[in-house]
Each structure stands twice: as structure tokens, then as C-alpha cells.
């Protein structure tokens, strides 16, 4: 067999072998085999020592192309080998959109929370700014600057939790209206929304509960009448139970209001004719309300022959309750799950 011979056989047992193989482990073997310092062009190389000087030059050259030709052999087999892991990984791990995902629960506001939360957007509409406030309060903030003096009967009214003879936990959201009224100095206009939790000694059955949440609204300006406070109620009525309601104003006495009205809403659920909800009566009585008292106002630094202003409060739990059809006070804080995800949005 002469160098040609050879070499031609040499590259033929490499393209035959090389394109069968499937691992880089394998690869590497026939790299050593064909390539490598032990591998068969050894055989070769001694074949050349018995060639005339002259043709050693043209024995060289076509040794080399010869290993050139097996490592492009072995350099297409490579990125065949890859290529095949590749496409191997990609179908094990296709992802079949059609399959069901996994379920996880997802939590929710609280309808309390979303009760307030649709209270407070319809009032930041309106271009009121919300405003929370401390729910241990002092006295003076809670009782006495709301035309509420020490010894004032109306205090029995609203039974407290007194931390000390001066501080005690807020019983209503009016407090926070104190504060915004001493911040602004006595001087700017004002319009809030202040909800928040509040609390009061009550035995808890199924229409009180010693805690209870509050949203009380205050606006103070130079010419507010109590036309401005009904356009308002009107608005609370029509967003919480619905369009068309109309609302009575009946009067009442509240120590920090003067006047002072009960607010009924005619019945969402009978239209005013008459239902157990409304007791037969058309009305459901949701809210108080008033314009507010000078004592009140001049109280807190605004100057009540300049100034006039209006209030609400509205139960939140109450709102819900009417809303929603439930029954006791006390399923909106015993964290009741199956009652809680009634409410799911
Ligand atoms: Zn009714």
C-alpha cells in the first residue's frame, strides 16, 4: 500500500466512524484515534522513511490535508452532537399552554374595607382629602373641644374606654377633625373625610359591638348652608345604594352640631313602599349630620362669624350590613373565612 493508499484509507475509516457518533465521550476517543500522537497517521509517518528525499515535501502536504479533512470530520459531528441536546432539551421542555394552571388562593380586602374604600372615592371625587388620626386620644380632642366640657350629660352617649382620667380610645372620628382644624390655624377652608375604627363599652350583641368602623366627613368655608350638607347626603345615597334614592332629614341633637338631623334614605330593597328592611316604613335611617356648632369652630380657632361648616358620620358596618343583608354585627370580626369570601370583588 503506498502513501496515497493509505491516506485515502485513513480518511475513509474516519468519515465512516466519526458520522455514527452520538457522544462528545465518543468524540473525543476518535480524536485521540485519528488525530492524536499514538493515532494512525504514526503508520504513516513510516511510510516516510523509506520515500526518495524529493517526494517528502508532497507526502507532508497531503498528510496534512488529510488531517484537516478528518477534523472537519470531527468538528461537524460536534455540532451535530450539540445540536441534537439542544433539540432533545427543547421538546422534553415544552410547556403545553392548554394545561390547567395551578390554582393558588388570593387574598381580598376585607368588605368593610371595601365598603370605606367606595365611601372614600366618592368623596376624593369631590375634592375631599382623607385624614386618619390616633385611635388613643386625649380628652380635650375627643370630648372637650367638640362642645363636650367635662361634665356634659351628652357624654353618656357615647360610654368610653378611658386609658387614664385624660386619655381614652377615641369614640368617634371627630377628633381627627380637631386636629386638621387647630393645623390649618383657624384660617383655611376645609375638607375632610376621616374614616377609621372607634370604640365604645358596649355589650356586644348582634347590632353593637364595642369596636365599630366610622367615616365622618367636616367641611368648613365662608358660605357653606345646609343645602351644600344635602346635596352631599344625597350623593352618599345615591353611591351606596344605588340611583334614585332620596333621602329625610329629620331633626336631632348632637352636642357638636347645631342643627343637628337624622338622615333616612328611602328603602333600597322595597323602593319606599314598605319590607321587613325598612320595617315598613320606606325609610332606613342610615346616617347624623349637622351644620357645625360655632362652639365648635371657634373652638378650634376659626372665627364663627366669618366661617360656617357641615358634618356627617356614617357607620360603615351599618352601611354594609343594610348593603349586604347581614344580620350581626359581630361576622364582620370573627374572621369567619366562609364569610369573608361572600364578599369577593
Ligand atoms: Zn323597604
Known sequence: MNVNERLEAIKNEAQEQITLIKSMHELNDAKAKFLGKKGLFQDVM????????????????????????????????????????????LEKETIDVTLPGKAFNMGQTHILTQVTEEIEDLFIGMGYEIMEGPEVEIDEYNFEKLNLPKDHPARDMQDTFYITEDTLLR??????????????????????????????????????????????????????????????????????????????????????????????????????????????????????????NNNVLEASGYDSTKYQGFAFGIGVERIAMLKYGINDIRQFYTNDIRFIDQFKK
Not at 371627630?174 to 375638607?191: A, Y
Open 46 to 89: 513510516k511510510l516516510m522513511k523509506d520515500l526518495p528525499n524529493e517526494e517528502r515535501p508532497k507526502f507532508g502536504k497531503l498528510t496534512n490535508e488529510a488531517k484537516q479533512v478528518i477534523q472537519s470530520y470531527l468538528d461537524e459531528q460536534r455540532k451535530a452532537i450539540e445540536d441534537a441536546v439542544i433539540k432533545e432539551q
Open 171 to 292: 369614640t368617634h372620628t371627630s377628633p381627627v377633625q380637631v386636629r386638621t382644624m387647630l393645623d390649618k390655624g383657624g384660617k383655611e377652608p376645609i375638607k375632610i373625610l376621616c374614616p377609621g375604627k372607634v370604640y365604645r363599652r358596649d355589650d356586644d350583641d348582634a347590632t353593637h359591638s364595642h369596636q365599630f368602623m366610622q367615616i365622618e366627613g367636616l367641611v368648613v368655608d365662608e358660605q357653606v348652608s345646609m343645602a351644600d350638607l344635602k346635596g352631599t347626603l344625597l350623593a352618599i345615597a345615591n353611591k351606596m345604594f344605588g340611583e334614585g334614592r332620596n333621602i329625610r332629614l329629620r331633626p336631632s341633637y348632637f352636642p357638636f352640631t347645631e342643627p343637628s338631623v337624622e338622615v333616612d334614605i328611602s328603602c333600597h330593597n322595597c323602593n319606599g313602599k314598605g319590607c321587613n328592611i325598612c320595617k315598613g316604613t320606606g325609610w332606613i335611617e342610615v346616617l347624623g349630620a349637622g351644620l357645625v
